[in-house]
């Protein structure tokens, strides 16, 4: 009786320490991602590949916890490979589905600039320029201009 109770001890006490090993990884992982993500508010916004390189790292730190969420957490990583294939594979056609989705209405958005006469007739209607009011044209001639420095 005695080895069994300290086999069980064991075993909860490895249980632990993996516990905390993952937390620590989705921990550090997180804290990257937020730092890449606030080091990215102050890169210009004309410098499209230096922060597409930065979101993509994100998606990949992203996809990386999700794997040690789904492993670990849900139990994933020490079941049969052929219940981990059944989740992983309609996971990449979900991908695939977002990404198709995406495309198709980046296309719609641009075709709908060359054949859609109503939104073209809309786009090319110019508003009226209004005239100042009377009061506001003699108020702008009695300020004082700004002194040059």
Excluded: C, Q
């Excluded at 969420?69 to 294939?85: P, Q, R, S, T, W």
């Excluded at 695939?96 to 007739?121: M, P, Q, V």
């Excluded at 506001?136 to 004082?144: L, Q």
């Amino acid at each position: 009786m005695d080895h069994t109770t300290n086999a069980h001890a064991d075993h909860a006490a490895e249980a632990r320490k993996e516990i905390w090993k993952v937390t620590g990884i989705l921990t550090v992982l997180t804290i990257i991602e937020l730092a890449l993500g606030f080091y990215m508010m102050n890169v210009p916004l004309d410098e499209f590949s230096k922060r597409n390189f930065i979101k993509g790292t994100i998606v990949i730190l992203m996809l990386a916890k999700a794997f040690y969420i789904i492993a670990y957490f849900m139990h994933m990583k020490h079941e049969v490979k052929n219940l981990i294939m059944t989740t992983a594979v309609p996971l990449t056609l979900f991908i695939w589905f977002i990404i198709a989705f995406l495309y198709e209405g980046n296309s719609y958005k641009n075709l709908r600039n060359t054949y859609d006469g109503h939104f073209r007739d809309r786009k090319e209607i110019k508003a009226p320029v209004k005239e100042e009011h009377e009061a506001v044209k003699e108020i702008k001639a009695v300020e004082p201009k700004p002194a040059a420095e």
